[in-house]
């Protein structure tokens, strides 16, 4: 699966971080758009992984309460 995005910019990072109500010093901007960087790249990573026939870990069982 293929995503596209814009690529993350420190004007991104500032909406972003405006958006969400976050209070962000403008010398902090750079070193968040790293670490916004990485973590979109971390998630394109686990759009590749294949899930389709991987089982489930746990299921629900109701009497457990």
């Given at each position: 699966?293929?995503?596209?995005?814009?690529?993350?910019?420190?004007?991104?990072?500032?909406?972003?971080?405006?958006?969400?109500?976050?209070?962000?010093?403008?010398?902090?901007?750079?070193?968040?758009?790293?670490?916004?960087?990485g973590?979109?790249?971390?998630?394109?990573?686990?759009?590749?992984?294949?899930?389709?026939e991987?089982?489930?870990?746990?299921?629900?069982?109701?009497?457990?309460?």
């Open positions: 699966m293929d995503i596209s995005r814009p690529p993350v910019t420190v004007q991104l990072t500032r909406v972003l971080a405006e958006h969400a109500g976050l209070p962000l010093a403008t010398e902090r901007l750079d070193g968040a758009t790293e670490l916004l960087q973590v979109q790249s971390l998630i394109d990573e686990l759009h590749h992984v294949e899930l389709d991987v089982g489930l870990s746990a299921t629900f069982d109701p009497r457990w309460s």
